[in-house]
């Protein structure tokens, strides 16, 4: 029955993180998988879930299922916290299922979308997260793409993305990297977000926002604002959230859909139609992460932890880009101005290859790198390596054997 199957290509990310663990030299630098590292180089838990769970681990009274739509409470206090005073909220107009990270979340909204509208497509802006548009294949959806970012400027391609708007068949889903984007960290300003929400409600587009690193940018509410903009201007809205990053659960799966209705009855009938598919694909999401965000958010003290912790963080991240941006090599200067985890190298697959090689520095295959992955120990050694790589001998090389055939199939 499995004669026929062939192995799929392999993901490039991962086959970056495997060359890296199998590096033997100290002073290998990892600026791969998008998780946030502290000054150390570690992957921390932060200090207001270690002290959520020794409350959980005290006051939890059994394990049984949570049902398909999971931790209630822990949905609303979340959504609270980014959207405070969110009219939608008061009018009963929007529904929540707790998901097994923002992936759960993202496709359970695909899979809402095209039960609601099976000929509508996704416009996704290019490059993305590369696990956008697979995941929207497996809900049956198709995509289109445009432009979103100008390497040039290293600034958000608005005007492609407001003629992909424009070339948009209305009910199609836009969707939208609510802060932070990935991988390039281009973020869209205050006048751009009110301009496309103004856009999306003329063309009848349904945004599907991606919310994946609140508060690693500007602040918890001043990431969420693009979107909030969104919410307030439209009636109907599908977000995907992740706590993976917010709060360091990477691996405890903990996520969450809102969807946004014209009306009460029409968020519940898309609660209860998400629940459906959750039961479908999932079942019941687990319950720790969400416990651990509930509690946090629901205790002022912890919560004020929480905050400190998440500001520290992007205060570091922002400390980094301020020191790539100043490093005077070509294509850095617009680091300053992006967020988030990410930034994009103006460099070719040979000197990518030529970084690890020579320098021992990993990064992903299209030029991404991981900024939290840099710290006051090795930022000096990347930065040298950097201007290494602007010699004529590490243009154009050959990437080596093992990634040249999985460079080929990246998706961004
Ligand atoms: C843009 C974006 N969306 C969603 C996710 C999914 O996060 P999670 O690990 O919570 O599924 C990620 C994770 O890297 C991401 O970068």
Redesign the pocket.
């Known amino acids: 029955m499995f004669e026929t199957m062939r192995p799929p290509a392999p993901d490039s990310l991962m086959e970056v993180g495997r060359l890296f663990r199998a590096d033997m030299r100290d002073e290998k630098i990892d600026l791969g998988v998008?998780t946030y590292r502290d000054g150390e180089g570690r992957i921390k838990i932060m200090a207001a879930v270690k002290q959520a769970e020794e409350r959980q681990l005290k006051s939890q009274m059994g394990k049984g299922y949570l049902g398909p739509g999971g931790d209630q409470l822990y949905c609303e206090r979340l959504m609270e916290a980014l959207f405070p005073d969110l009219p939608a909220m008061a009018d009963r107009r929007l529904s929540f299922v707790q998901t097994p990270?923002?992936?759960?979340a993202?496709r359970l909204g695909l899979e809402l979308a095209a039960f609601r509208s099976p000929a509508s497509r996704l416009i996704v802006g290019a490059p993305t997260?590369p696990n956008h548009i697979p995941v929207a294949e497996r809900a049956g959806l198709r995509s289109v793409t445009y432009r979103h970012y100008d390497p040039a400027t290293g600034t958000v391609d608005f005007d492609a993305m407001m003629e992909a708007v424009s070339d948009a068949r209305p009910g199609d889903l836009f969707l939208l990297?609510g802060c932070c984007h990935?991988p390039t960290g281009a973020a869209l300003s205050p006048a751009q977000w009110a301009e496309l929400a103004d856009a999306l409600l003329e063309a009848k587009l349904l945004p599907l926002i991606?919310l994946?690193y609140a508060g690693m940018a500007r602040g918890l509410v001043e990431d969420a604002a693009g979107t909030r903009r969104l919410l307030d201007r439209l009636p109907e809205a599908i977000i995907a959230i992740?706590c993976?990053k917010s709060f360091g659960l990477?691996s405890e799966r903990t996520?969450m859909l809102a969807v946004m209705a014209a009306s009460p009855s029409a968020a519940d009938a898309c609660r209860l139609t998400a629940e459906t598919f959750a039961r479908s694909l999932w079942s019941n999401p687990p319950d720790h992460g969400a416990a651990i965000v509930r509690t946090i958010l629901g205790d002022e003290g912890m919560r004020a932890n929480w905050l400190a912790e998440l500001d520290a963080m992007r205060h570091r991240l922002a400390g980094i880009r301020s020191r790539l941006a100043a490093s005077g090599l070509p294509g850095t200067e617009p680091i300053a101005a992006q967020e988030g985890l990410f930034a994009m190298m103006p460099f070719d697959s040979g000197q990518i290859a030529a970084m690890r090689e020579k320098h021992a520095v990993y990064m992903d295959m299209s030029g991404r790198i991981n900024i939290a992955g840099l710290n006051a120990g090795n930022i000096d050694r990347f930065l040298h390596a950097c201007r290494d790589m602007s010699h004529p001998a590490n243009r154009r090389a050959e990437p080596n054997s093992s990634l040249r055939d999985v460079a080929s199939t990246m998706q961004v």
């Open positions: 998008g990270g923002g992936t759960g993202y997260w990297h990935n991606d994946a992740s993976s990477y996520g």
